[in-house]
């Protein structure tokens, strides 16, 4: 019984904004701008994932023999 008590709601009072928000407010000075350009060439990592693999297949090679 105790347990249909306590998972009962309750409803809390409501309260008035503190504070209005003017009417009469003026709309912000926003600028529209360009996001920078994020595009970077991918040889780079392509080559160094290339080399990464080269090094560990002559790595297993050499302590193969």
Known sequence: MS???SSAARALPV???ERALPTTA???KLK???APSTERPIAGV???CI???VCSVLA???MNT
Do not use: D, E, G
């Open 60 to 62: 297993v090679l050499v």
């Open 3 to 5: 347990a249909l008590q």
């Open 51 to 53: 080399a990464l693999l």
């Open 32 to 34: 529209l701008i360009t």
């Open 46 to 48: 392509v080559y160094l």
């Open 15 to 17: 309260r008035p904004h």
């Open 26 to 28: 003026s709309k912000p």
